[in-house]
């Protein structure tokens, strides 16, 4: 059974960095796209970043563009989300997901496995 466990959350001033980690694990062989997703209390889920099954195309949030990127290590089968420039409103809960497609997606609705999320605090 294949599961998806987050990690590298914490706190963090704000300006500062953090990189988040997301293992898939239980399959040898992944061709699915990788997505981050982040919620806060009384919020949406909101689209951060994603990363087709090759790592060569990836989508980028609104809210995230110009501060934050996505990579993966293939033969880790481990996806990345490096975050620079945080800002209080960064503050949530991260999730990890898998889509149901090679092509990297904005909408959490074609992605059908998530991780139980990592916390991430900003303070100013």
């Known amino acids: 059974q294949v599961r998806l466990v987050e990690s590298g959350g914490g706190s963090v001033q704000a300006g500062g960095s953090l990189r988040l980690s997301c293992l898939a694990s239980?399959?040898?062989?992944?061709?699915?796209?990788m997505g981050w997703f982040r919620q806060s209390p009384g919020k949406e889920r909101e689209f951060v970043a994603a990363?087709?099954?090759?790592?060569?195309?990836?989508r980028i949030g609104d809210a995230a563009r110009g501060r934050f990127s996505v990579s993966r290590d293939t033969g880790k089968n481990t996806i990345f989300l490096h975050m620079s420039n945080l800002k209080s409103d960064d503050s949530a809960i991260y999730y990890c997901?898998?889509?149901?497609?090679?092509?990297?997606?904005?909408?959490?609705?074609?992605?059908?496995?998530w991780g139980p999320g990592v916390q991430v605090t900003v303070s100013s």
């Open positions: 997901a898998e889509a149901y497609r090679g092509t990297p997606s904005e909408v959490s609705s074609d992605y059908n496995l």
């Open positions: 239980g399959r040898t062989e992944r061709r699915f796209a």
């Open positions: 990363i087709g099954w090759s790592g060569a195309s990836t």
